[in-house]
C-alpha cells in the first residue's frame, strides 16, 4: 500500500473508554481534510473498538501498526463530512 | 359487581390484584416499541381509571395497575381509540420482546422489529399447555437476552472476506473477540470452529473486505423464573427468514404436542428426550 506522511499524533493510552475516542476524536477535529492522524493505543478495548468509531464517523483507516508492545498505531486519514 | 370470570380475564391480560375488585391490565407490546399516540392514550387511562402511573414489566410490557372490575369494557374501548390493545397471561404465546436492531444500534446485525412482529402475528396470545415466551436480540451483545427466553432469536452476520477490497491494514484481527482471523501468506484466514458470527470484523473493516449476510441463532428452553436454565442453540447458524420460521413453527408445535399442563418447554423437553427434539429441529432447519 501507499506510504503516507504523518501529520498529527494523539496518545491515548492515558485514558479509558469512553475517553479514548473522545481523545482521538478531538485529535482529528484539529485536522484538514486529507491529513493523517497517528493514534497511539492500548491492546484490549481500545484498539477493538477505536477503529471501528472512526470508521462509522467517516475517516478513512489506514494501517494498524502493532508496536509488539501491548500497544498500537491506528493511521487515519481525515475525511470531512 | 358481576362475578368474575378471572381465567377469561386473564387471558384478555387482566391480572388480578391483592385489592378486591382491581386489575392490573398488561397491553400489548411488540418488540418494546409504543407509538406517541399509544402513550398518550395509556397516560389518559391510567389518569382517569387507574391511579394515574404505569408499571414497566421485565419484558417490556406496559400495565395499568388499578383498573376496577366495573371499568373493564369502557378502558378496552377507550384503549382502543388510541391503538392499543390488552395483552395476555396465563398459559399462553406471551409479549414478544426485542431490541432495537440494525435499524437503530450500529451493532445491529438483523432486523429484530420485523422479525419480533413475524413472530407476534404468528404466535402471540396462541393457547399452549404452559406460557411461551419469545424474544429476539439483534447481535452477540445480547440486550435482550435471549436465552432467557423458551425460544430466543440472536442476529448474527455470516461472513466472508473480500481479498480484492482488503488492504491488510490489521483491524479485523483486533476486532475479533474469539481469535477467529489469522493473516497468513497476504490472505485472511477464517477459523470457523471459533467465529461467533459477532459480525465485528463486517462493522469494523475500513475497506468493506468483510461481508456479511444476516443470519440467525435459535436458543431452545431458556427459563429465568423459579428455575434459571440458559436456553440452548445447538443448530447450525440460520440463514433465510423462511428457514427461522420453519424451525419456529416445528418448536412450538413439539410444544403444543407434547407438554403437560403447567409444564415449561425446557422440561418438555427434557422428559420427551434432547435427542428426540434436535431430530425435529433438523428436519426443520433443513425443510
Known sequence: MADYKIDDTVDITDVVCPITFVKAKCAIEELDDGQILSVHMNDGEPVQNVPRSFKEEGHQILKLIDNEDGTYDLIVKKVEE | MAQADYAALKKGGFMRQKQKGYFSLRLQVVGGNLTAENIKKISEVAEKYGHGYVHLTSRQGVEIPFI?????????????????????????VRTVTACQGEGVCPSGNIDTLKIATELDMRYFGRELPHKFKFGVTGCQNNCLKAEENDLGVKGALDVA????????????????????????????????????????????????????????????????GNTINKGDAFLPLIKSEEQLYR?????????????????????????????????????????
Open chain 2, 68 to 92: 376496577n372490575f366495573d371499568d373493564i369494557e369502557e378502558v378496552k374501548a377507550e384503549l382502543a381509540k388510541g391503538g392499543c390493545k390488552p395483552g395476555v397471561c396465563g398459559p399462553r
Open chain 2, 161 to 224: 472476506w473480500v481479498e480484492e477490497k482488503c488492504i491488510h491494514c490489521g483491524v479485523c484481527e483486533k476486532a475479533c473477540r474469539t481469535g477467529a482471523l489469522s493473516s497468513q501468506d497476504g490472505k485472511i484466514i477464517l477459523d470457523e470452529a471459533k467465529c461467533n458470527y459477532c459480525g465485528r470484523c463486517v462493522k469494523s473493516c475500513p475497506t468493506d473486505a468483510w461481508e456479511g449476510e444476516s443470519a440467525y441463532q435459535v436458543s431452545f428452553g431458556g427459563l429465568f
Open chain 2, 247 to 287: 424451525v419456529t413453527d416445528a418448536a412450538i408445535q413439539f410444544f403444543a404436542d407434547h407438554a403437560k399442563p403447567g409444564e415449561r418447554f425446557k422440561f418438555t423437553i427434557d422428559r420427551i428426550g434432547w435427542d428426540e427434539f434436535k431430530k425435529a429441529m433438523e428436519e426443520a432447519y433443513n425443510g
